[in-house]
């Protein structure tokens, strides 16, 4: 099978959980003999990388703009794939997307999108934007042969909001070796003595209400914790500004931190926290959980399908006040700390790669067998049949 993979920065992952999640889905396609093209961004990913973890890589141009970047550079890609690729499938990342499925369907190529979170919900957008990114979501599973997204509680938004049901696929975790502490070192950082955030520095993360919450915490009762802040973000500098000029002393900005050292930083978090509001299963949450973190997470609906009793919660609407105050006892509790690292590591464990990359591998394999591309041999039929049901159990 020929899959064209659409819509993310591409691979290597450097930006945020698409991007992981395209990499380790690639990974396990290649591994198991299917051929998988990815579009890359050349302002992203290095032009000169043509290939990756097995991987075939198309680095096409876009116009380096808020509100274009995505869609500029998803149209073009899907120009390339539609007549010069051709490949068995097409699938698809975000919602806004979801238009540009017609190029590839139009040109007969079974095409699968999965719209993300609800978009159009992320306050960075102006009326323009989030109109037409709600129409793109409305229309999504009329415009892809079918749509898919990585949380059931965002599916369940998605039927209310559009009468439409779409399927669900969870991501994956999977954390590496050990890692040591030279990025800890760099950062002047101690294990255990900092709380952790990593995540896109846009509004709907709230790491403005964390750095708020920190500074409504005194110093006394921090005992010598740091609290660190970890991302950036294209086109947000101004609030990215704002974010730093509200900090205190205590807090540590490092921008992004990738690969080994990002596993450094989870590793060691005495809390990882994500006051996110919006989107839906978030892979830097299931990292937390893998790396074996108490996790404190915002009570939105998605977050708490993800951490289920494997994490802390405090209250979205209450916001900084209720944050502050769940900090303070985790920080005053370090017994609490260690159960909740326990329950983070048995929560872990129902996040698979490996079930998640088999769940999209029969899902393509769906789509391309109803265009008349032949069907599987059974005893490959049944081990994917196998694998989706331990995905989406």
Not at 138 to 151: E, G, K, Q, V, Y
Not at 178 to 192: A, F, M, Q, S, V
Not at 300 to 319: I, K, L, M, R
Not at 355 to 378: I, N, S
Request: charged letters at 25%; glycine letters at 8%; hydrophobic letters at 40%.
């Amino acid at each position: 099978m020929n899959v064209a993979i659409l819509g993310t920065r591409g691979i290597p992952a450097s930006y945020s959980g698409f991007e992981t999640a395209v990499e380790q889905i690639t990974s396990r396609l290649t591994a198991r003999g299917h051929r998988v093209t990815v579009y890359c961004r050349p302002h992203v990913v290095d032009p000169r990388i043509r290939s990756w973890k097995g991987a075939d890589l198309i680095h096409l141009p876009t116009i380096r703009n808020k509100y274009l970047d995505t869609f500029v550079h998803t149209f073009l890609s899907t120009l390339h794939a539609a007549y010069r690729l051709s490949p068995d499938v097409a699938l698809f990342f975000i919602a806004g997307n979801s238009p540009l499925c017609l190029i590839t369907r139009g040109k007969g190529i079974p095409t699968l999108i999965n719209v993300d979170g609800l978009d159009s919900n992320r306050r960075k957008w102006n009326r323009f934007a989030k109109a037409y990114l709600r129409l793109a979501e409305r229309f999504a599973p009329r415009m892809a042969n079918r749509a898919i997204t990585d949380s059931n509680a965002v599916a369940h938004i998605f039927e209310q909001s559009f009468g439409r049901r779409i399927g669900v696929v969870p991501y994956g975790a999977e954390a590496p070796p050990d890692t040591g502490t030279d990025t800890l070192e760099r950062l002047g950082l101690e294990p255990r003595k900092y709380v952790l955030f990593v995540g896109r520095l846009e509004p709907e993360n709230n790491p403005h209400v964390l750095v708020e919450a920190w500074a409504r915490i005194p110093s006394e009762r921090t005992k010598g914790m740091k609290l660190v802040v970890v991302g950036g973000a294209p086109y947000a500098s101004d609030y990215i500004l704002g974010v730093r000029q509200a900090a205190d002393p205590r807090v540590v900005f490092p921008g992004y931190v990738f690969g080994r050292g990002y596993w450094e930083l989870q590793r060691n978090a005495y809390v990882f926290c994500a006051p996110t509001e919006v989107g839906g299963t978030h892979p830097v949450i299931l990292e937390a959980l893998v790396a074996g973190n108490c996790v404190l997470v915002n009570d939105y609906e998605p977050n708490a399908e993800t951490v289920g009793e494997g994490g802390v919660y405090f209250s979205g609407a209450e916001g900084a006040p209720d944050l502050a105050r769940e900090l303070e006892r985790l920080l005053a509790e370090p017994e609490l700390v260690e159960e909740y690292r326990g329950r983070a590591r048995e929560r872990a464990k129902l996040y698979s790669w490996d079930a998640v990359a088999t769940a999209y591998e029969r899902l393509l394999v769906e789509l391309t067998e109803a265009a008349g591309h032949g069907p599987l041999p059974v005893d490959d039929l049944d081990r994917l049949e196998r694998a989706v049901q331990a995905a989406t159990a």
